[in-house]
């Protein structure tokens, strides 16, 4: 069952995508393909197409159904434009409890505020609904305003993990970051739970 998590301060709201996202989810690629290629790896071409971002979409969804890795669209609540991605992957149960968070916002989109909101509606999900212990994040050193997104969560730089993922052609060293469970007990939740409809289905208004 999917759950949609809001702000409505913010206005924005994250949920997981769906096949009838390919498109959008495209062209949120294709939008900021040039601006976020030094933080990103080199895809092959094909990856930019509309039956790749569904296939994508699919094989993420029956991920989810495993508990395996869960992937969310960032929407604009008023006009339900998607400008990012997130997901939480590599998860591991048993005595671990842990996960890693990647994300992506449209170049047109960032430094605004977004991101950092769109984090913590995750970070809540992985907590208190997937009973997640530890989420963990690596991050190119001189990505800084990704490292403002996690160090404005909460998360603790914990030391570098040397040419840990091939970015751009190049093996990259990372700052590894983590969030613990515990971390966030004392903060308070603005977040509101909807039923799983479509928000962009005219039938559920």
Avoid at 85 to 94: A, E, F
Avoid at 95 to 106: D, K, R
Avoid at 107 to 123: D, F, I
Avoid at 151 to 164: H, P, T
Wanted: charge should be negative.
């Amino acid at each position: 069952m999917s759950i949609e998590l809001y702000n409505a301060r913010k206005g924005i709201h994250i949920r997981q995508l769906q096949p009838d996202d390919a498109k959008s989810l495209l062209e949120l690629r294709l939008q900021s393909r040039e601006a976020n290629q030094q933080y990103e790896p080199q895809y092959p071409k094909d990856f930019f197409t509309l039956a790749s971002q569904l296939d994508l979409i699919y094989r993420r969804r029956q991920e989810a159904a495993e508990d395996r890795a869960y992937l969310f669209g960032i929407f604009i609540t008023e006009n339900q434009e998607l400008i990012g991605t997130l997901s939480l992957s590599h998860i591991v149960r048993g005595v671990g409890q842990f996960a890693e968070i990647g994300y992506s916002m449209s170049h047109l989109q960032q430094g605004k505020g977004y991101m950092t909101v769109a984090v913590e509606l995750v970070l809540e999900y992985a907590f208190r609904s997937l009973g997640l212990h530890r989420i963990q994040a690596g991050i190119i050193p001189h990505n800084i305003a990704s490292r403002r997104v996690v160090e404005k969560c909460g998360f603790q730089a914990e030391g570098i993990a040397r040419q840990l993922v091939k970015i751009n052609g190049q093996w990259e060293d990372h700052q590894i970051y983590a969030i613990l469970a515990s971390d966030l007990e004392e903060k308070s939740s603005s977040i509101s739970y909807e039923a799983p409809v479509s928000l962009s289905d005219p039938k559920s208004n």
